[in-house]
């Protein structure tokens, strides 16, 4: 039935199949949900068995499929990767202040890069969730922008689901309604030519709140998998021989005297109420799937927006998420930590004449590659100086998702610092390099191996195949057998903090 579904998805699309007018610079829609497993989407191998996306599916089916993007520790250094093309290392004057979510920056010393796409002649957008500072960059960075402004509005920070205070291109207002359904109409009608510059590329970026907890369901989804089956993952309870000890503060699950799995064994914070109220594995699971389907549902309605409306051929349109989150692997229920659960997000490229269709590629890059991939296919010229993209251009696996591709992926957590306070505090206390129960890190994935060097003193490095240990449980780092793999990944991390950049302290001594 999913091999039926994705054919008639892609013969939808190849009737309008031409390539690009290549005078013409290409609109970019960059769709980004938050907290968002590929657990959760059903063209991805690790799907949940019952998980029904068929929109984003359609997408995938029309483009290149990525094994997974890592784009950011949470949600905050993800989102100013990608405004910036930078990783959190290279990022000044980025912090957090005041309440949370309380953020500041300088636009002086970090200035955002849909700014200099306004300059070369696009209109720019952005719906939805912000959470980099509280100025949200309208008229600045922003020709129209419905944003919900977390940074600074506190108090309304945690609606997800509910009312939301919304600014208007700089006017509040409070806005009733199911918040991802809005922004899907609000979306649709600005692809379709409301509310910007018909005679102007475009780029919107379309910022979900969903799936992030609480994770309620829209009311037309809600008990849609009720009576699914959900099986435990094997990794759900640890830790295991080889692993890093600050997983035993991690674990998120316990099994009661009756046999039943239920949220809540470290008191964990993850912005729901799983862990308070005891839900268990299983309805968590259901209800986050839930939760997904009104976002599935956004993906369709903005495509087909950009096809009715003849943009089909000159839109690239991406699909992604903030980062992952842990459904239970390695006996989590969070994001922050290295592994692929937690951190890797789903990554879908369409834009047919252009984009290899229906095609998967066996490559993991990183938000500052988007970024780079925004200004070339744009042809817009990139910063340079002290401003420069970290990023690589992806045009080459666009085109032929199964080229050669060398580059390593960086990613990191650095909780809630960037830039040269990263060393900083490296510098004066390393022991306080850890953020939400995980030690600060910086890893490399290529060839389907990775890499994770923590920064935090005494914790293991750690050393996985891929290929073989897609759930990571089994850390190779001190098997003499994989000295060389390992001699050559720490090479390969080295190089990158070289080449972006990152102070001294996170340089491998």
Not at 9 to 21: C, E, H, Q
Not at 174 to 192: H, L, M, Q, S
Not at 400 to 406: I, K, Q, R, V, Y
């Amino acid at each position: 039935m999913r091999t039926l579904l994705a054919f008639v998805a892609l013969a939808a699309l190849a009737p309008s199949a031409r390539a690009a007018d290549p005078k013409k610079p290409p609109n970019i829609l960059l769709i980004y949900t938050d907290d968002q497993s590929t657990r959760t989407v059903d063209c991805y191998p690790d799907a949940w068995p019952f998980a029904r996306t068929p929109q984003i599916d359609r997408l995938a089916s029309g483009g290149v499929q990525f094994r997974g993007a890592y784009l950011g520790a949470w949600c905050m250094p993800s989102r100013a990767s990608i405004l910036t093309g930078r990783f959190p290392h290279g990022i000044e004057s980025m912090r957090m202040a005041g309440k949370y979510p309380g953020s500041e920056y300088d636009p002086k010393q970090c200035p955002f890069w849909p700014a200099q796409f306004r300059a070369a002649g696009y209109h720019t957008a952005q719906i939805g969730k912000w959470h980099t500072g509280t100025d949200a960059g309208f008229g600045r960075d922003w020709d129209y922008q419905i944003v919900w402004n977390r940074p600074k509005l506190p108090e309304n920070a945690g609606a997800y689901y509910t009312t939301q205070v919304l600014a208007f291109n700089g006017v509040e207002k409070t806005t009733e309604g199911y918040p991802a359904d809005n922004y899907t109409k609000w979306g649709v009608e600005y692809i379709k030519g409301a509310n910007r510059d018909k005679d102007k590329p475009w780029f919107l970026w379309m910022c979900y709140g969903s799936i992030h907890g609480p994770n309620t369901p829209a009311p037309r989804h809600k008990g849609k998998y009720k009576d699914a089956a959900v099986k435990e993952p094997d990794t759900l309870f640890g830790p295991w021989p080889g692993k890093p000890d600050y997983l035993k503060d991690t674990l998120a699950w316990r099994r009661d005297k009756d046999g039943i799995v239920r949220a809540g064994s470290n008191g964990e914070k993850v912005g729901d109420e799983a862990g308070g109220k005891g839900t268990t594995f299983a309805d968590w699971v259901r209800q986050t799937n839930e939760c997904a389907l009104a976002v599935d549902e956004g993906v369709g309605a903005l495509a087909e927006a950009v096809k009715s409306s003849g943009q089909l051929e000159n839109t690239l349109i991406v699909f992604t998420s903030d980062q992952g989150f842990a459904m239970g692997e390695q006996g989590m229920r969070m994001k922050i930590a290295p592994y692929d659960a937690n951190y890797r997000s789903p990554l879908i490229v369409s834009m047919p004449g252009t984009v290899a269709v229906g095609k998967k590629c066996p490559q993991s890059v990183t938000a500052p590659d988007l970024v780079a991939t925004f200004f070339a296919r744009a042809g817009v010229k990139p910063p340079q100086g002290a401003q420069a993209l970290h990023g690589r251009d992806l045009t080459p696996l666009l085109k032929n998702p199964n080229a050669d591709w060398p580059h390593a992926a960086l990613y990191e957590h650095t909780g809630e610092h960037y830039g040269s306070d990263t060393g900083k505090l490296l510098k004066d206390d390393a022991k306080k390099a850890i953020y939400q129960k995980v030690p600060w890190y910086t890893a490399v994935v290529r060839g389907g191996w990775k890499y994770v060097r923590y920064l935090q003193p005494g914790v293991p490095e750690e050393l996985y195949d891929l290929n073989t240990d897609r759930h990571e449980t089994r850390n190779l780092a001190g098997n003499a057998d994989h000295a060389a793999k390992l001699g050559a990944l720490r090479e390969a991390l080295a190089a990158e903090l070289e080449r972006t950049g990152a102070p001294a302290e996170m340089k491998p001594k």
